[in-house]
């Protein structure tokens, strides 16, 4: 009973971050709509933060599937990276608030732990999935996570050994940069789109620009 009524508050909690801003839901609302009160929340969750985390995980579903499967794949190093970075645009441009949250802002550090222990109170939703893989997979950040992909790439000679951190880099932060400037109209789905594709489209012109083979 008391699990069931742990997940139903993080379903709650997704079902209105669909369309409020994390920094804008309220535990208030989340008690009247699970039919409880507040003190009966903070039995599961050390804080409303912990709460709308777990609620946020949801929405790394769809990503989480693609980078296994991506990972899963026999395709070369530097067509796993473009296909790692297509996925990634195309869930982080739909939802740039939760993505923010969880690759550069302050849910970062607890990425991994989060993902695995919402695995373990939902684990049907995820059956196909290696828990193992997502844990390990996002202990680690960004940046070192796409250096592991790039560094690969170079050592099958897509790009020089030399340039593989620096163009490592620059595919980061350019797509943070460019993710920020959606932060107001991401809600919007063309909006979401257009923010995609154009990162696809700097992302190629970059590959171009370093690529060796």
Not at 21 to 33: C, E, L, M, T
Not at 75 to 82: G, V
Not at 141 to 167: C, M, P, Q, W
Request: aromatic residues 16%; negative net charge; proline residues 2%.
């Amino acid at each position: 009973m008391a699990s069931n009524k742990k997940n139903e508050l993080i379903v709650k909690t997704y079902e209105m971050l669909k369309t409020t801003s994390p920094s804008d839901i309220k535990i208030r609302n989340i008690a009247s709509a699970c039919n409880c009160t507040t003190p009966v929340i903070y039995k599961y969750f050390d804080d409303l933060d912990h709460l709308v985390r777990f609620a946020a995980v949801r929405f790394l579903e769809n990503y989480i599937i693609d980078l296994q499967e991506s990972a899963n794949s026999n395709s070369s190093p530097l067509d796993m990276l473009i296909s790692m970075w297509d996925s990634f645009a195309k869930y982080a441009f739909e939802n740039v608030e939760i993505f923010e949250l969880f690759f550069w802002g302050r849910y970062k550090e607890q990425l991994g732990d989060t993902i695995f222990e919402y695995y373990q109170l939902f684990p049907d939703k995820w059956k196909n999935l290696d828990g193992l893989f997502t844990s390990v997979f996002f202990n680690n950040d960004l940046k070192e996570r796409n250096y592991l992909i790039v560094r690969r790439a170079a050592v099958t000679g897509h790009f020089s050994l030399e340039d593989a951190r620096l163009f490592s880099d620059i595919c980061c932060d350019l797509f943070h940069g460019l993710l920020l400037e959606y932060k107001d109209s991401y809600r919007d789905p063309a909006k979401a789109k257009e923010g995609a594709e154009t990162y696809m489209q700097m992302l190629m012109s970059l590959i171009s620009r370093y690529r060796i083979k």
